[in-house]
């Protein structure tokens, strides 16, 4: 099939593939908690996901939300929607309350970045840009998290 007549992956497949061979799962301390990080990922992104939606996204996650309310945003959209959200779900209200949850919180928001990178998922005029902004926002909650001042 021609790659140009590829459907879209959307945000639940990419998530589900990432998670299913995510390469920060290799540590068991970080196995462990990958659960809860995978589970706080898909609340941001159906509390805070319609924010980088489309109009014609938001009549879609309606539409979806009527037949299944949760986890309806990653359902509709793709990996740019998922990318675009990532800065956000590494913001001090969305880490996870223990320290080291919040690091593997990272750590996976850093490995997902990547993951979609290698796999080609993210291409087009705005990729560049939303990959910085996702790099950025670890970096600066990563500073916050070691208790440094330039954070």
């Known amino acids: 099939m021609d790659d140009d007549a590829r459907v879209p992956l959307s945000g639940a497949h990419l998530l589900a593939s990432f998670f299913a061979s995510a390469p920060v799962a290799t540590h068991p301390a970080t196995r462990a908690r990958l659960p809860r990080v995978r589970a706080h990922l898909l609340t941001y992104l159906d509390t805070e996901g319609e924010q980088w939606l489309t109009p014609d996204e938001l009549v879609l996650v309606g539409a979806e939300r009527q037949l299944e309310p949760v986890d309806a945003v990653v359902r509709v959209t793709g990996a740019e929607v998922v990318v675009a959200a990532l800065p956000g779900f590494c913001h001090p209200a969305w880490l996870l309350p223990a320290s080291r ?47 440094s001042p330039t954070a």
């Open 101 to 147: 949850d919040a690091r593997t919180q990272l750590q996976v928001v850093a490995a997902l970045r990547q993951w979609v990178t290698d796999h080609g998922y993210l291409t087009g005029p705005g990729a560049r840009y939303l990959l910085e902004r996702v790099d950025e926002a670890v970096r600066r909650a990563q500073a916050t998290l070691n208790g």
